[in-house]
């Protein structure tokens, strides 16, 4: 099943480029939380939408862009966790660091996970403890890696005072600025050591991503120590989290 949610990946990324690229009107609106949606969420969401349903009718789907009510999901011991678009405002601001994020959760755990980036065509894929990354047509198994001094990667779109305060007490260390869930992805593959985040994320925008870093070797807990888990909760905020080696 992982390989076919590689390909719904890709064609949900192609209809996003196809806006991307001008073939296709961009039309944004802004949502209630006055986050910004555009064309191409919707294409990718309606894509992935039809692919899942035609290949897992029988579990349920909780997408950015059509999130089901708390009575409807609370219940959910399996569903796919989806954001269609992760990194709209990177994708407004033209700098290709944008993703397509598809996440299988069972009893509160991402065991699957697709990250596909198509403006720089880069894949990664996780799944039952094993993380690879594919690009220029090659797939290459990947683990964390540790670093010194740490390069830790930080939101581009989310800069707080706890955040910098954090980074002052780090000690020596290196800060590389990404967009979307590709933060988690650099842990992953080794490029990074450490994502710490404070600011607001949703569900959606980590499932992928703790899926590919887990399998790949990372922890990622919240500032209390304890795993960010995704079992259904009325709220879809996470609480503040760290992606790391230990």
Not at 7 to 20: N, W
Not at 143 to 165: F, G, M, T, Y
């Amino acid at each position: 099943m992982l390989e076919q949610i590689c390909q719904l990946s890709r064609e949900a990324g192609a209809a996003i480029m196809a806006v991307y690229d001008g073939e296709q009107p961009l039309d944004v609106a802004q949502k209630k939380d006055d986050s910004p949606v555009t064309a191409a969420d919707l294409a990718a969401h309606h894509i992935i939408k039809r692919g899942l349903a035609a290949l897992t009718p029988e579990v349920p789907l909780l997408s950015e862009e059509d999130p089901p009510a708390w009575e409807e999901r609370q219940s959910w011991t399996r569903y796919w966790l989806v954001d269609p678009l992760d990194g709209t405002k990177e994708f407004l601001h033209r700098n290709g660091e944008f993703t397509v994020n598809i996440a299988l959760i069972e009893h509160g755990e991402a065991v699957m996970g697709v990250v596909y980036a198509p403006a720089i065509d880069v894949l990664y894929l996780a799944e039952r403890g094993k993380a690879w990354k594919e690009e220029k047509g090659q797939r290459q198994p990947i683990a964390v890696s540790n670093a010194q001094p740490p390069l830790v990667v930080v939101s581009r779109s989310h800069i707080d005072d706890e955040l910098k305060d954090y980074l002052k007490q780090l000690g020596e260390h290196q800060t590389i600025s990404v967009g979307s869930s590709l933060k988690f992805c650099l842990v992953a593959e080794g490029k990074a050591q450490l994502y710490p985040r404070f600011g607001p994320t949703n569900i959606w925008d980590t499932a992928a991503g703790h899926a590919v870093a887990v399998a790949a070797g990372a922890q990622i807990h919240d500032w209390q120590g304890r795993p960010l888990l995704y079992a259904p909760r009325e709220s879809f905020l996470n609480p503040g989290f760290r992606v790391s080696l230990f």
